[in-house]
Antibody, heavy 121, light 107 residues
């Protein structure tokens, strides 16, 4: 079964750091680019970051650029998001999502259940 | 950044109704448009990619159309399990952006 499982969320103080992880199984992880997408409480979806299968290129949303770092370990079938200088506005459920492509479009076809990050004092 | 605007933001419908949700991009995105369904407390689920291609396993009552700036998601006969929030998303240019969502509720 194709599966993504996030972990590492929790409560962190403003200005703090946290690393969330995503464990992939059921597919050849190093064949796919990956993404992080977040959803603040009661809000819509926001794309956060992209990493290619080979770890280059990498892209970030402006809202996290310079504060968040995406990475992956293909040997461990794992994706990571290192978050620093966290703000209240970063409070959200963080989803990892697999990227696929067909018909001229990229799309996120497999999603994890998400991990909750709460930034509060 | 490309802005995605969905309408309506919410709608009430009955089982068996035909439901149409629209998504407008702030500039042309050709046919690089995806639709997702999200139920409360659950992760999004891919329904449609490349504007009109049905994701494997998704019921055929879901369909998508459009190109350029205007797109439509149609549910031909609403089922009880279809009550959810629907998001469009463009992957034409980074940053990829989502519409604000359309909540489909039971009338």
């Amino acid at each position: 079964e194709v599966q993504l499982v996030e972990s590492g969320g929790g409560l962190v103080q403003p200005g703090g750091s946290l690393r969330v992880s995503c464990a992939a199984s059921g597919f050849t992880f190093n064949n796919n680019s990956m993404n992080w997408v977040r959803q603040a409480p009661g809000k819509g979806l926001e794309w956060v970051s992209y990493i290619s299968s080979s770890s280059s290129p990498i892209y970030y949303a402006d809202s996290v650029k310079g504060r968040f770092t995406i990475s992956r370990d293909n040997a461990k079938n794992s994706l990571y998001l290192q978050m620093s200088s966290l703000r209240a506005g970063d409070t959200a459920v963080y989803y990892c999502a697999r990227l696929d492509s067909s018909g001229g479009a990229y799309y996120m076809d497999v999603w994890g259940k998400g991990t909750t990050v709460t930034v509060s004092s | 950044d490309i802005q995605m605007t969905q309408s309506p933001s919410s709608l009430s419908a009955s089982v068996g109704d035909r439901v149409t949700i629209t998504c407008r991009a702030s500039e042309s995105i050709r046919r690089v448009l995806n639709w997702y369904q999200q139920k409360p407390g659950r992760a999004p689920k891919l329904l449609i990619y490349a504007a009109s291609s049905l994701q494997s396993g998704v019921p055929s009552r879901f369909s998508g159309s459009g190109s350029g700036t205007d797109f439509t998601l149609t549910i031909s006969s609403l089922q009880p399990e279809d009550f959810a929030t629907y998001f469009c998303q463009q992957s034409y240019s980074i940053p990829w952006t989502f519409g604000q969502g359309t909540k489909v509720e039971i009338k």
